[in-house]
């Protein structure tokens, strides 16, 4: 799934920055997982990307 490429993607984010530096309500955030060239829908993306910043 599309989502599955996101999520390992903000594994590494996670990895390589501190989540105080991540700005996780800043709509860059979704606009850099949106940056690829796949339609990912923008709320799920967002609250799913909080949940696993928080975990």
Do not use: P
């Amino acid at each position: 799934m599309i989502f599955d490429q996101n999520f390992k993607r903000l594994e590494v984010i996670k990895e390589s920055v501190k989540l105080e530096e991540l700005n996780i309500n800043n709509k860059s955030f979704v606009g850099y997982w949106m940056s690829s060239n796949q339609r990912v829908d923008y709320n799920y993306s967002l609250n799913e990307s909080l949940k696993l910043a928080k975990s």
